[in-house]
Each structure stands twice: as structure tokens, then as C-alpha cells.
């Protein structure tokens, strides 16, 4: 955890410009749905408030075709805000720390976008059933397939390569893993909850204060102004990357290997004292 809000004090520009420049448009798509799809659910608490009687039953009309596009999207969203974040951890890795630009970071997402999104299929359907028949191996797999999209794109693995890795490199840190991610999440949860708070504040105060009945032009605006919680979700995910490198480097020692090959060279970068190696 203190590696990830030492990597984003130091990359808090770069890493947001990236993130909402690349992302953003998918933030925006997804904001757009829902804020039509709360439009449509205060017509109908409307109706049932003033007593009117529906064309339909009320579970049938919350499940309407709008519900599942913002679950739709807002898988999309997920998946391109992670992508984003690990397209400018990857670059920033292979430049050995040097700040990765947002066309590269673009490259990196372009090429693994459409692959990371249909691999993520399956992923998503074994964890939805390991919630459905018994929570435990939902959050197991949750836990354990965290690092898969990582994987697919930092390791340029294949489906059962990525799968398979992610269980080998866990296997002795799930419940390392399993606190990082709870208390990123905690974190990310708690601040983006504070600005979803204030905007939903504000933007009812300004539906109290007015005359008029701008129901859909809040609902449509409170999403859209939510985009910026979703920033939050930096935290979250750059410590779940970090934490992939960290596993990954206990397993494979990448970084002694890579001190090993570079003894005797002249690209030597130690900035510790001799003492320390």
C-alpha cells in the first residue's frame, strides 16, 4: 500500500491524463446509460407513488432492457479503465521509470483492449457462479483472478496460460492479496462515496430549490459528474498491479536476475550503498 500512493504522488499527472484521456470515453458512455436508466426507475416509483396503475409487473419493469445495457457498459468501463492502468504501469517498467506518454500508453491499450475484453468472459462467468452456489469460492476465485488481466497483458499470455499463472504465483500469498485488495477497496469505496455524496447533495438540492421537472436532466447529470469518483479507482487497481509485480517477483526473482545480467555492464543503476546488496 505504500508503494502505490508512492507510485501515484509521483505519476498523479501522467497516470490521470492517461486514465481519463483513454478511459474517460467509456466512463462517459456508461454514466449516459445509467442516468437513463435512473430516469426510467423514478417514472415508475412515480407512478406507484401516485398510485397509478403499470402495464407490467414491477420486477419485470426494473429489468428492463436499459438494466442490463448499464450492466453491460459498465463491464466495459471496468475493463477499460484496467487496461488503461496497466498499459501505463507496463510502459513505465519497460522505461525503466521514465513517465510513459498517453500515445504509448494508447499503443499498449489498443493492442490488448479487444483480448483482455473477451477473455474477461469467462473469467467473470466462473466467479459469478462460485457467488451464486456458495459465496466462499466467489471470493476465492475474485482473490485469485485478480491478477489475470495483469497477466495477459504484462506476460503477453494466452487464455490457460494467464488462468494457470495466476493460481501458481498466489498459491502460497492469498491472504497477502486478499488484505491488499480489501483495503484498497476500502479506500477507493470510502473517497469515491464521498464525491458521489456530494454531487448527489448538490444536484438534489438544485431539484428542490427549482420549480420545473428536471428529474431526467439530474439523473443524466449526477452520472456524469460521478465520472470523477471513478479516479479513485486508481488506488485500487495500481495497488493490485503492484502486488501482481510483487508476487510475480517472489516466484521468478525477475529483479535479481535482471541486477545478475547487468554486472559488469555499464547501465549499473543501484543507488543503495554496496553494503545493502
Same mark, same amino acid.
Given at each position: 500500500m505504500n508503494d502505490t500512493f508512492v507510485f501515484i504522488k509521483? %505519476? +498523479?499527472k501522467p497516470v490521470t491524463i492517461s486514465f481519463l484521456g483513454i478511459s474517460g470515453i467509456f466512463m462517459l458512455a456508461a454514466a449516459i446509460i445509467q442516468g437513463i436508466y435512473q430516469n426510467e426507475m423514478g417514472g415508475i416509483f412515480e407512478q406507484i407513488l401516485k398510485g397509478t396503475t403499470t402495464s407490467s409487473p414491477l420486477p419485470l419493469e426494473l429489468f428492463s432492457s436499459t438494466y442490463f445495457l448499464v450492466g453491460l457498459f459498465a463491464w466495459i468501463n471496468i475493463i477499460a479503465m484496467r487496461v488503461t492502468l496497466i498499459a501505463y504501469v507496463k510502459v513505465y517498467e519497460s522505461k525503466d521509470g521514465e513517465t510513459p506518454t498517453m500515445p504509448e500508453v494508447w499503443g499498449e491499450f489498443k493492442k490488448y483492449f479487444l483480448k483482455v475484453l473477451v477473455y474477461s468472459i469467462p473469467v467473470i462467468l466462473l466467479i459469478f457462479i462460485g457467488f451464486v452456489f456458495c459465496i466462499a469460492p466467489g471470493f476465492y476465485l475474485l482473490v485469485v483472478l485478480m491478477p489475470f488481466? !495483469? $497477466? +495477459?497483458? $504484462?506476460e503477453n499470455k494466452g487464455f490457460s496460460e494467464a488462468f494457470s499463472r495466476c493460481y501458481v504465483i498466489i498459491k502460497e500469498n492469498f491472504w497477502q492479496s486478499f488484505g491488499i485488495y480489501l483495503v484498497a477497496y476500502l479506500i477507493y469505496s470510502f473517497t469515491s462515496g464521498i464525491i458521489g455524496g456530494v454531487i448527489a447533495l448538490i444536484t438534489g438540492a438544485i431539484s428542490y430549490f427549482t420549480t420545473k421537472d428536471i428529474t431526467a436532466s439530474v439523473a443524466l447529470v449526477t452520472s456524469i459528474l %460521478? !465520472?470523477?469518483?471513478? $479516479?479513485?479507482?486508481i488506488i485500487f487497481f495500481i495497488s493490485a498491479i503492484l502486488n501482481y509485480y510483487s508476487l510475480a517477483e517472489k516466484f521468478d526473482g525477475t529483479g535479481i536476475l535482471r541486477r545478475l545480467n547487468n554486472l559488469g555492464g555499464s547501465n549499473n543503476n543501484f543507488n543503495n550503498t554496496e553494503e545493502q546488496y
Open positions: 509521483q %505519476n +498523479l488481466e !495483469i $497477466v +495477459l497483458m $504484462v %460521478n !465520472i470523477f469518483s471513478f $479516479v479513485f479507482y
